[in-house]
């Protein structure tokens, strides 16, 4: 399993496609830029969103992902 920030236009912070792109395993989801978001703005925080991804362990966050689904006794 690799880690993956997604980078998308129609997945904003805190929508269903964002949730929908953290939920099938990406570590972080940045939108791609537009008018008020410049290429500028978008760059550091891909740099910044890179750097944290990098030190996320990927198989730790999927186990844990799988207990915290199973059903609660």
Known sequence: MKNAI???SVAEKGSGNALAALQA?????ISKPS????????AVELVDKIEAAYSVNVKKLA????LASQPKK
Do not use: L, N, P
């Open 35 to 42: 008018v008020s978001y410049s290429i500028d703005d978008m």
């Open 25 to 29: 395993g990406a570590v972080e989801v």
């Open 63 to 66: 186990e844990r992902k799988a």
């Open 6 to 8: 997604v980078v998308s």
